[in-house]
């Protein structure tokens, strides 16, 4: 069966710092890849997604992820966090095919200290 | 961009009643809608594929007996919750996708059942 991991479950970081969230999944086939954040109170909001072409994908935000199919891996990156940035970060796959199903992760919560 | 409402946001409920959750599609229609069970602290379990005009489609370990779905307009699909006990307290989640357009998933605010 599919399965998504999410390496950091508490991630906790000062404004400017450098965020990188791990996120490797398992399936051998065709995957299509997302990036959620749920903020405090809101409902689930789509960071960024891939499909295909560039594995280098750009969101909205700042949020940007790169896909490395060797390693199974579509890690969430940003360059400067801000306090605004504290939230869930979850990981998703949705595997080939027309499934329409998305497999989450478990979750990174990320705290930004202003 | 396209919303997808639940209804209520929170239920309290006695354990052994029934109760029911809405997800709407409010500005788009969904002929597929999905339910998922989000547990604290963790990730979010798919429960069932909700198909417009045909039963519901459910995951493994999942009793459809116990979490029955309906979806009989392509704007509203419906979630019971039959006979609950407090294990079944949870945050439960709808998503819908916009096939008109980009084919994004929307998910709605979800709905939080605390069964006493």
């Known amino acids: 069966a599919q399965s998504v991991s999410q390496h950091n479950h508490h991630v906790i970081l000062s404004e400017a710092a450098s965020l990188e969230l791990g996120c490797n999944y398992s399936y051998g086939g065709t995957v299509n890849l997302f990036w959620y954040v749920q903020y405090p109170g809101q409902h689930l909001q789509l960071l960024l997604k891939y499909f295909s072409g560039d594995p280098l994908v750009k969101g909205i935000k700042g949020f940007e992820a790169e896909f490395i199919k060797s390693k199974f891996s579509f890690n969430l990156r940003k360059p400067s966090v801000q306090w605004s940035d504290t939230a869930e970060y979850f990981c998703?796959?949705?595997?080939?095919?027309?499934?329409?199903?998305?497999?989450f992760g478990t979750g990174t919560l990320l705290a930004v200290q202003p | 961009g396209a919303v997808v409402s639940q209804h209520p946001s929170w239920v309290i409920c006695k354990s052994g009643t029934s109760v029911k959750i809405e997800c709407r599609s409010l500005d788009f229609q969904a002929t597929t809608m999905f339910w998922y069970r989000q547990f604290p602290k963790q990730s979010l379990m798919l429960m069932a594929t909700?198909?417009?005009?045909?039963?519901?489609?459910?995951e493994q370990g999942v009793e459809k007996d116990k979490f029955l779905i309906n979806h009989a307009s392509l704007t509203l699909s419906t979630l019971t919750v039959t006979s609950a006990h407090p294990e079944d307290s949870s945050f439960y989640i709808c998503?819908?996708?916009?096939?008109?357009?980009?084919?994004?998933?929307?998910f709605g605010e979800g709905s939080r059942l605390t069964v006493l």
């Open positions: 998703a796959v949705e595997a080939g095919g027309a499934t329409n199903k998305l497999i």
């Open positions: 998503s819908a996708r916009d096939h008109s357009g980009t084919g994004e998933l929307f």
């Open positions: 909700s198909n417009e005009g045909s039963k519901a489609t459910y």
